[in-house]
Nanobody
Framework: QAQLVESGGGFVQAGGSLRLSCVASGLTFSDYPMGWFRQAPGKEREFVGAIARVGGYTQYGDSVKGRFVISRDNWKNTMYLQMNNLSPEDTAVYYC???????????????????WGQGTQVTVSS
């Protein structure tokens, strides 16, 4: 059974940086596009970014473009989210997700992902 486990969340001051990791098991990691989403209290889950299976193609949500960078290491079955210049508006639970289609393309749509991690909390203080 596929499983995703996030780590790396925590508390950080505004302007700081954090790096999240997402380790996959139970699936052929390199076959799937991956995504990051986040959910703040009282808000819907928001697209953060996505990365293709290979080749490094990425896409980002407008609110994080230019500040966040997604990467992956298929040998380590791990995806990363480097978050820079954080602001209190970035406070949320961050989730990684695997696309539901093997060999599919990246997507901004939550419904295109069917395997989710448990989430990791990121809190940014002003």
């Amino acid at each position: 059974q596929a499983q995703l486990v996030e780590s790396g969340g925590g508390f950080v001051q505004a302007g700081g940086s954090l790096r999240l990791s997402c380790v996959a098991s139970g699936l052929t990691f390199s076959d799937y596009p991956m995504g990051w989403f986040r959910q703040a209290p009282g808000k819907e889950r928001e697209f953060v970014g996505a990365i293709a299976r290979v080749g490094g193609y990425t896409q980002y949500g407008d609110s994080v473009k230019g500040r966040f960078v997604i990467s992956r290491d298929n040998w380590k079955n791990t995806m990363y989210l480097q978050m820079n210049n954080l602001s209190p508006e970035d406070t949320a639970v961050y989730y990684c997700a695997a696309h539901k289609r093997r060999y599919g393309g990246t997507s901004r749509q939550r419904d295109d992902y069917d395997t989710w991690g448990q989430g990791t909390q990121v809190t940014v203080s002003s």
